[in-house]
């Protein structure tokens, strides 16, 4: 694989990684949103990664962002009859965010994100001690 390839098979995953970063704090962020812009509780966002093979090789791929998926499961129904958004028996509707799961993730990406910033780093080094070698 050349160093272009492998390049750019990092930086594909340093994106990809950044939109999961992006979803969980999101994610996090609106872990309490009864009503959003359309009126409904806001619902929590998955990336959907795929997989692009790399021309010529056979192996390694590039990662992207296919779609952001939207939960649509109903929410968590809990009874706070104060609340603006209760209906006539008192329930609200929260989103169905965990917010142990959402900082699973962000330490997740995180990780898979410094991992490809090495990978980078790496690349980069070793490309300088090519140059090196052929002054």
Not at 26 to 55: H, M
Not at 109 to 121: H, L, M, Q
């Amino acid at each position: 694989m050349d160093f272009l390839s492998a390049l750019r098979i990092s930086g594909s995953g340093l994106s990809a990684e950044r939109a999961r970063v992006n979803a969980a704090s999101s994610n996090l962020a609106n872990a309490e949103t009864t009503r959003g812009p359309d009126g409904e509780p806001y619902k929590r966002i998955d990336p959907v990664f795929e997989s692009i093979p790399v021309e010529g090789h056979e192996g390694p791929a590039e990662v992207r962002v296919a779609e952001l998926k939207a939960d649509e499961g109903p929410g968590k129904r809990v009874y706070l009859p104060g609340h603006p958004d209760a209906d006539a028996t008192g329930f609200v509707t929260l989103p169905d965010v965990n917010p142990i799961h959402e900082v699973v993730n962000l330490m997740s990406a995180s990780r898979s994100y410094d991992a490809n910033a090495t990978a980078v780093d790496t690349l980069k080094t070793m490309a300088q001690r090519a140059l090196d070698i052929a002054r």
